[in-house]
């Protein structure tokens, strides 16, 4: 008996092991602030809107923004200023800021990627990795495009395409529905906390990007100039979805 306790435990672990054990087929990256920098133009624009209306608005106001699309953040910018607009006028507001920022971003060339994205792209091609697109952004084939990365995404899941934004999990499960891969053996790469929320609730593992405090995310990674794909698989290993 004080032999089989131990055997048994042993069993369960191997089971439990065999159960959880990581199976990643897809990786799906969110586009701004983690393929390429562009919330400073997102800040700018929107910066310049609330200039327009006679109030400020700062790089921490702008955290608030990071995933969520152009509507919702119109509206927590006009909240911050205190302002209230009818329908109509939210709407070329926005239209205008959109102009603003597509000035910025139709200037953008590869020089704009971020650090140790193509070779990590290029790794998880060369690992025969399902790569897609999961963003917001109603401009992401666009910037994709500029800086020559279109064709590294399998699939594109933009603001186009979805209704409910971050953490709203839909992008991500989109992505993964035409991938054709379960939504277990995904993972998100996400700069904004919102998207690793979206992420958890997709089933998904979550990586944060950058320096928010990402209390959910499975793993933070500063950038991906000193990691490759085995590196963020060491770091997975042992969390859970
Ligand atoms: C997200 C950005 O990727 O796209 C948000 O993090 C932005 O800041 C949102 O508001 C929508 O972008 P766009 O390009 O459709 O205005
Ligand atoms: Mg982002």
Same mark, same amino acid.
């Given at each position: 008996m004080q032999l089989f306790i131990p055997i048994l435990c042993t069993l369960y672990m191997n089971l439990f092991f065999y159960l959880y054990r990581m199976n990643i087929q897809a990786c799906i990256f969110d586009l701004d602030g983690v393929i390429v920098d562009t919330a400073k133009y997102h800040y700018r624009a929107w910066r310049k809107l609330a200039n327009s209306l006679g109030f400020d608005f700062t790089e921490t106001d702008n955290e608030q923004l990071k995933?969520?699309?152009?509507?919702?953040?119109l509206d927590i910018i006009l909240n911050i200023g205190k302002k209230t607009l009818d329908e109509s006028k939210k709407q070329t507001l926005a239209n205008q800021k959109n102009d603003w920022y597509l000035e910025y971003i139709t200037m953008m060339t590869p020089n704009?990627?971020?650090?140790?994205?193509?070779?990590?792209?290029?790794?998880?091609?060369?690992?025969?990795?399902?790569?897609?697109?999961?963003?917001?952004?109603?401009?992401?084939?666009?910037?994709?495009?500029?800086?020559?990365?279109?064709?590294?995404?399998?699939i /594109? /899941?933009?603001?186009?395409?979805?209704?409910?934004?971050?953490?709203?999990?839909?992008?991500?499960?989109?992505?993964?529905?035409?991938?054709?891969?379960?939504?277990?053996?995904?993972?998100?790469?996400?700069?904004?906390?919102?998207?690793?929320?979206?992420?958890?609730?997709?089933?998904?593992?979550?990586?944060?990007?950058?320096?928010?405090?990402?209390?959910?995310?499975?793993?933070?990674?500063?950038?991906?100039?000193?990691?490759?794909?085995?590196?963020?698989?060491?770091?997975?290993?042992?969390?859970?979805?």
């Open positions: 995933g969520v699309s152009r509507m919702e953040s704009e990627i971020l650090p140790g994205i193509v070779s990590f792209l290029d790794e998880l091609k060369t690992q025969n990795m399902r790569i897609a697109l999961g963003s917001a952004s109603k401009n992401a084939v666009l910037t994709l495009e500029k800086v020559k990365l279109l064709d590294r995404f399998e /594109i /899941i933009d603001g186009t395409k979805t209704t409910r934004s971050k953490p709203d999990p839909q992008v991500f499960l989109m992505g993964a529905a035409d991938l054709g891969i379960a939504p277990k053996n995904c993972i998100v790469f996400e700069d904004a906390t919102k998207g690793i929320e979206a992420a958890r609730e997709a089933g998904m593992y979550a990586i944060g990007v950058g320096a928010s405090n990402f209390t959910q995310a499975h793993a933070v990674i500063p950038s991906f100039e000193k990691i490759n794909f085995d590196g963020i698989k060491a770091l997975l290993k042992g969390t859970m979805i």
